[in-house]
């Protein structure tokens, strides 16, 4: 799982995999970064719009130039210089599913298997 600790959607996810006995790490992007090349493959995985996170208040800072004529490289590289622009959680299983927010109907799906 990645994300940022303190964020809710994290919170309910954690608890929700916790609860199912599911055993998971955590990487921090706050303290632990994230790489342009990892954003890239999630991109190629989900489309940069379902990692970008535009309803935050890091997005809102950003400047009208940054926000204008978005694109796959323009995001990944907003993404990695500011990472509470991925939605979280991000959740990388080991059959390569990559599960972007947290829903508990798609958790369910993906770990019915």
């Not at 995999?17 to 921090?28: K, M």
């Not at 004529?69 to 979280?88: F, G, Q, V």
């Not at 299983?93 to 958790?107: H, P, Q, S």
Request: aromatic share 10%; proline share 3%; with cysteine.
């Amino acid at each position: 799982m990645f994300g940022i600790p303190n964020c809710n959607s994290i919170k309910k996810a954690r608890t929700w995999l916790t609860e199912q006995d599911i055993t998971f790490s955590f990487h921090d992007y706050k303290k632990q970064g994230i790489d342009e090349a990892r954003l890239s493959s999630w991109c190629q995985q989900t489309g940069f719009q379902v990692l970008l996170n535009t309803r935050g208040t890091t997005w809102r800072k950003l400047s009208d130039a940054d926000k204008a004529d978005m694109n796959e490289t323009k995001a990944i590289s907003l993404m990695a210089a500011h990472p509470s622009l991925i939605k979280r959680p991000v959740l990388a299983l080991g059959n390569g599913t990559l599960l972007v927010g947290f829903k508990e109907a798609d958790y369910q799906a993906a770990f019915s298997n």
